[in-house]
């Protein structure tokens, strides 16, 4: 006999909830509140952050299975090194011990991990950690984790600009073969779609330096949540607000 297993309800149900034909290929999140997360219960901002990469470890499970292609979550910016060192230090460590302990799981789950930013300043042992996971999940299919580590949207641009210069002056390039394309393959993002959806948490309405080119078109979602309370549901709930959006593109519909 088949039981009823109610905890098995959401695995279940999980795709039924959005219109699947329509869900984003690309999420981006600014996980935002983490300090506030802890400041709120006494804690120690590090248990806030800490808090925050167990609700990273949700959204990554909901994404892979909702079938999402791509998620691309701000983790560590480059302003984020003007921190109090021991917090700039937790975070690294954070990442590490994520690595270490969800790589199987990521695995399992088809993960493929990728990374933007200047992940060479980034300490010895975590960059470690990050070829080892890129490399072990490169043969992946499924969902592409992106973590924007030591990134800036203003530094990418310029790193793009300085790469196609020295292009166009070896003679690689001509000046007039810079165009959308060839700027969206020097950028960090090469290959991947522009996000369709991005979800900033904790209330903040702004884009703080992540993503500048690639936003362009993208439907912006702003919840109140805290990132540490932030899940399966409340993604759920901004793809559902994401999907009510008329997407234009600057044009106008004609039918
Ligand atoms: C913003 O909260 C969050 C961050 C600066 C880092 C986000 C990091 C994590 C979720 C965990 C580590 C990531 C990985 C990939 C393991 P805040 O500290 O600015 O919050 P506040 O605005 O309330 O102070």
Redesign the pocket.
């Known amino acids: 006999m088949m039981w009823f297993k109610p905890w098995r309800k959401n695995k279940v149900d999980l795709k039924s909830q959005v219109a699947i034909e329509r869900l984003p290929h690309h999420i981006a999140i600014i996980?935002?509140?983490?300090?506030?997360?802890a400041?709120k219960r006494a804690l120690p901002?590090s248990m806030?952050?800490r808090a925050?990469?167990e609700?990273?470890r949700k959204v990554v499970k909901a994404c892979s299975r909702l079938g999402i292609e791509v998620l691309t979550?701000?983790?560590?910016?480059t302003e984020?090194w003007r921190r109090p060192k021991d917090e700039v230090g937790v975070?690294m460590t954070?990442?590490t011990e994520?690595l270490r302990k969800e790589l199987n799981e990521l695995h399992q789950n088809n993960v493929i991990i990728r990374t933007m930013g200047r992940i060479s300043d980034l300490p010895r042992e975590a960059q470690h950690e990050l070829e080892h996971a890129i490399e072990s999940t490169q043969n992946n299919t499924g969902l592409i984790l992106n973590?924007a580590l030591n990134y800036g949207g203003r530094s990418e641009i310029i790193e793009a600009v300085k790469k196609l210069s020295k292009d166009a002056l070896s003679g690689k390039l001509k000046v007039e073969e810079i165009d959308e394309e060839s700027f969206n393959n020097a950028l960090y993002t090469s290959g991947l779609p522009d996000p369709d959806l991005l979800i900033r948490t904790?209330g903040e309405m702004r884009l703080s330096n992540f993503l500048l080119w690639q936003l362009a078109y993208t439907e912006i979602v702003v919840v109140n949540e805290?990132?540490p309370d932030f899940g399966q549901d409340a993604l759920l709930e901004a793809i559902k607000e994401y999907q009510k959006r008329d997407r234009r593109f600057g044009g106008i519909h004609t039918n």
């Open positions: 996980m935002d509140g983490n300090g506030r997360w400041q901002r806030g952050h925050g990469v609700a990273l979550v701000y983790a560590f910016s984020n975070l954070l990442l994520y973590l904790s805290l990132w």
